[in-house]
């Protein structure tokens, strides 16, 4: 199986993301980030651009207060507002 190794994306990778959208595998050496099963380093280098996993979302305020059972309301009232 031929394997092409990628410069350091400037990006988080997934690899079960990127191999479920592209059927190719993504791993890392001790020397650097790798793509196998494509053909050229060119396909290897445009699978690696074109994958852009989902940011991770931060909760919103409210989200976090009701984590811990408080709504915004609570909260203002505890503060005086």
Same mark, same amino acid.
């Given at each position: 199986?031929?394997?092409?190794?990628?410069?350091?994306?400037?990006?988080?990778? *997934?690899?079960?993301?990127?191999?479920?959208?592209?059927?190719? *595998?993504?791993?890392?050496? $001790? $020397?650097?980030?790798?793509?196998?099963?494509?053909?050229?380093?060119?396909?290897? $280098? /445009?699978?690696?651009?074109?994958? *852009?996993?989902?940011?991770?979302?931060?909760?919103?305020?409210?989200?976090?207060? /009701?984590?811990?059972?408080?709504?915004?309301?609570?909260?203002? /009232?505890?503060?005086?507002?």
């Amino acid at each position: 199986m031929k394997e092409f190794k990628i410069k350091t994306p400037q990006k988080t990778l *997934n690899s079960q993301i990127f191999f479920s959208e592209t059927g190719f *595998n993504l791993y890392s050496k $001790d $020397d650097g980030i790798y793509v196998s099963g494509c053909e050229t380093q060119a396909e290897a $280098d /445009a699978a690696i651009e074109a994958h *852009n996993p989902p940011a991770p979302t931060e909760p919103t305020v409210a989200e976090k207060l /009701a984590s811990v059972g408080l709504s915004v309301d609570d909260l203002k /009232a505890a503060l005086g507002l």
